[in-house]
């Protein structure tokens, strides 16, 4: 190739990508459409199993998304590329009995308080995979679990009947009138969402950012979703936008322009006043030094949450799942990383990313959620380990916006 197309094919964050570049990564995400929708799951109903006799086997598509085990086309086997009997059958890998996976939840949960209208707020962002109507039943005690315990969950990689069922079975488990929200979905049924506790309010929105899923004509991007919303205890107001990037599916190079084009192009439409979160996955390595995709944010003023901290929060190692601020009423604190996943006994079934989450701190004596100080007020306060699993151990970075002053 002469130095002249060597410049043409470069590729430089903040500009355009070249035609063939283009073209390549419009194959690649319309190759993987046609095969997640031809492959998809569709899960179970948990109330009519027989989870010791019923033929319950997965595979791993080499594309990383889980698929039924209709036939031999595909070798990948969730327990690992180094199984020699991973084309066996009898080695894949099962749907695990819902219950077991609630029982295993409720261990990260443990001392844990449920949301409530006192105490700090918890917020939340989880990448579910392919989150249909269908997986909500089939996982439903444990999502009730895991969003009773917050007051706002992002949600990745879902369809508005995931969110609608997940609401419904919040409400009834907990008598608590949650709301729920989906975006706009792209062909293959991927949204994102909100699901709130009733503490919170939604104020203006929601707001759908389609700029961020038409970038340079390369299909089955995302929106942004945001929302304003209000605290009904402290009377705060902050906002909440969730993304889903472009994976890097086609190369990190090349998708890491539209990435980064992706949160340029958000950050300018939020503006420079705006008050609150992104958060999402956005499909790259953060931590990397070597990779520039968010500077898009940081350049406008945007912070990372534990920035520092390098858990992975997908199964196949990577912290891929981020939470930026900027102009926060409150101090942001506590993150949180719970990696399923890893759990021998949830594993890739319930989903390939880590649950992360933060609080909003509250010290005042009128918000405080018992006679002891709300986690994050008290100078000894010490992030607890969440991860259950010994060989899975998390450590926690040091908290972003320590000593810093509150903004009014």
Not at 94 to 113: A, C, M
Not at 140 to 154: D, G
Request: glycine share 8%; proline share 5%; aromatic share 10%.
């Amino acid at each position: 190739m002469s130095s002249d197309n060597s410049k043409k094919l470069s590729i430089v964050q903040g500009e355009d990508l070249h035609p063939a570049h283009v073209k390549r990564l419009i194959k690649v995400s319309n190759d993987y459409t046609i095969r997640v929708n031809a492959s998809r799951i569709t899960y179970p109903d948990p109330d009519t199993l027989n989870f010791e006799f019923d033929n319950l086997d997965y595979v791993v598509d080499p594309s990383g998304f889980l698929r039924k085990d209709t036939d031999d086309s595909f070798s990948e086997n969730l327990r690992g590329k180094n199984n020699k009997d991973k084309g066996d059958k009898n080695n894949r890998p099962k749907l695990p009995n819902p219950q077991t996976i609630l029982s295993e939840v409720r261990k990260y949960y443990t001392g844990r308080p449920l949301a409530s209208d006192k105490g700090n707020l918890v917020l939340g962002e989880l990448n579910v995979e392919f989150g249909d109507g269908s997986k909500a039943k089939y996982f439903r005690e444990a999502y009730v679990e895991i969003v009773s315990h917050l007051h706002a969950l992002a949600v990745v990689e879902v369809d508005s009947s995931w969110v609608d069922a997940v609401v419904a079975y919040l409400r009834e488990s907990t008598g608590l009138n949650y709301h729920g929200y989906t975006s706009t979905a792209n062909t293959r049924n991927q949204a994102v969402g909100l699901i709130l506790h009733p503490r919170l309010q939604v104020v203006n929105g929601p707001i759908e950012y389609m700029e961020v899923a038409t970038v340079q004509g390369v299909p089955d991007l995302r929106p942004a979703f945001r929302f304003d919303v209000r605290d009904t205890v402290t009377g705060i107001i902050f906002s909440i936008t969730v993304v889903h990037l472009k994976s890097m599916r086609g190369g990190p190079a090349a998708t890491g322009a539209i990435r980064f084009r992706q949160l340029d192009i958000l950050q300018r439409l939020l503006g420079p006043k705006y008050s609150g979160f992104i958060v999402g996955d956005v499909n790259y390595k953060i931590g990397d030094p070597t990779v520039t995709d968010g500077e898009a944010l940081t350049r406008a003023g945007y912070e990372l949450f534990a920035a520092d901290d390098r858990t992975g929060t997908h199964a196949m190692g990577s912290r891929l799942d981020g939470w930026f601020s900027k102009n926060l009423p409150r101090q942001f604190k506590i993150y949180q990383v719970r990696r399923f996943y890893a759990n021998p006994l949830i594993t890739r079934a319930f989903c390939d990313h880590a649950e992360t989450e933060g609080q909003l701190i509250f010290c005042e004596s009128q918000f405080q959620l018992g006679k002891s100080p709300n986690a994050g007020c008290s100078s000894d306060f010490t992030a607890p380990d969440v991860d259950v699993q010994p060989q899975e151990h998390v450590d926690f970075a040091p908290l972003p916006g320590e000593g810093r002053k509150k903004r009014k």
